[in-house]
């Protein structure tokens, strides 16, 4: 599964085709969300076939249309930055495997039906998913100067890792994160913005994958 590839091509997609997503292709995206859960102890769910969330005021406002699978992000109180990272590595591996996703927070609604809910545990959002009428656009971007400190005199892997992180989505195209490299450290930091800690936890996934290395100590 060619991650680096998905990461430069998956963008933002609103539109989906009348066309189910394939029971192998369920399958397989199914197991990277058990393995996240596992990993993570997020409560991540796949929603097949189940039109009604979308089908609302919100959604045609938001420009959501055929939507009818998802992925609902669950998780405990105060995981936001976990729901990114996690939520992104699900989005990238369903581009991965030829479906298109769009993080969505608001336009959507609630169907308490298709997903459960524990104790103590919250929707964060939701990644809209299918295939897509088109494959998007790239969104505007800031550059590698706006988002980190240090850049210029950092080793190659955070350079790497702060042109993938400026490829992450965020909520309003925002990019609110920074990412610091000091004494051999990196460091990163949320924004203050709208849903600015799940943004970081969506950029962190992405600097870690570019960044070719097989684990970053953030500190």
């Known amino acids: 599964?060619?991650?680096?590839?998905?990461m430069q091509e998956r963008h933002a997609v609103r539109s989906y085709q009348n066309?189910?997503?394939?029971?192998?292709?369920c399958r397989q995206l199914s197991e990277i969300i058990d393995a996240c859960n596992a990993e993570?102890?997020?409560?991540?769910?796949?929603?097949?076939?189940?039109?009604k969330a979308f089908d609302s005021f919100m959604a045609h406002?938001?420009?959501?249309?055929g939507v009818k699978n998802y992925v609902a992000l669950i998780g405990k109180k105060s995981e936001d930055e976990?729901?990114?990272?996690?939520?992104?590595?699900?989005?990238l591996a369903a581009q991965a495997l030829g479906l298109n996703t769009c993080w969505v927070a608001m336009s959507y609604k609630k169907v308490k039906t298709a997903f459960q809910i524990g104790t103590g545990?919250?929707?964060?959002?939701?990644?809209?998913?299918?295939?897509?009428?088109?494959?998007g656009v790239p969104h505007k971007s800031k550059s590698v100067n706006d988002v980190s400190i240090g850049y210029e005199s950092a080793p190659e892997y955070f350079q790497?890792?702060?042109?993938?992180?400026l490829l992450a989505p965020t909520a309003r195209n925002?990019?609110?994160?920074?990412?610091?490299?000091?004494?051999g450290k990196v460091s990163a930091k949320a924004g203050v913005g709208f849903y600015a800690k799940v943004d970081l936890g969506i950029a962190k996934y992405h600097f870690e994958l570019g960044s070719g290395m097989e684990k970053i100590d953030w500190i």
């Open 40 to 51: 993570s102890g997020l409560h991540i769910q796949l929603i097949v076939n189940e039109p």
């Open 160 to 165: 790497k890792g702060v042109n993938a992180a």
């Open 121 to 135: 545990e919250k929707l964060y959002c939701v990644l809209s998913l299918g295939y897509g009428v088109n494959d």
């Open 61 to 65: 406002y938001g420009k959501f249309y």
């Open 19 to 25: 066309k189910p997503i394939d029971g192998e292709t």
């Open 82 to 91: 976990k729901i990114g990272y996690y939520g992104e590595k699900v989005a």
């Open 1 to 6: 599964m060619d991650l680096i590839k998905a």
């Open 174 to 183: 925002q990019q609110k994160f920074v990412f610091s490299y000091a004494d």
